[in-house]
């Protein structure tokens, strides 16, 4: 399976943000990398825990930006992140339990939510953001 690499069309303008997504991105390929590794191995265990930490921290500082500058879409973008949280907690606590390496499935939708999330949703709060001067 291909890695995600990171291109400038991925920028939502936000120099924090795009760090965070940066990073996001190294931790998914990460698993990506590894994905014929035992599912009880460290190696795996360790980077799901990692990425799905992160990926909370970088909802939040996302989600206080929208609070702080009032940005309209943000129920409805805060509900998208829940329904990731919601979705990778139960994929892992599945996978631990009944799967041997882990499933194609899992790294394919890892991938192509952060990408559709980044492109899409994420890059709908570019022009505001800016505008508010904030990059
Ligand atoms: Fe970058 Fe909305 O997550």
Redesign the pocket.
């Known amino acids: 399976m291909e890695k995600i690499i990171w291109k400038e069309s991925f920028s939502v303008g936000v120099r924090k943000?795009d760090e965070q997504?940066k990073k996001l991105i190294k931790i998914i390929n990460k698993l990506i990398e590894t994905n014929d590794t035992k599912v009880y191995s460290e190696t795996i265990y360790d980077t799901i825990t990692k990425m799905t930490k992160y990926a909370d921290y970088?909802?939040q500082t996302?989600e206080q930006y929208m609070i702080e500058y009032d940005y309209p879409d943000y129920s409805a973008?805060k509900e998208?992140?829940r329904g990731f949280r919601k979705k990778t907690v139960a994929f892992a606590v599945d996978t631990m339990k009944s799967k041997e390496t882990l499933p194609i499935e899992i790294l394919l939708y890892l991938q192509n939510w952060l990408i559709n999330?980044?492109i899409t949703?994420?890059m709908k709060y570019k022009s505001f953001f800016n505008k508010k001067g904030l990059n």
Request: hydrophobic share 25%; glycine share 0%; no cysteine.
């Open positions: 943000i997504h970088h909802f996302e973008h998208q992140h999330h980044i949703s994420d």
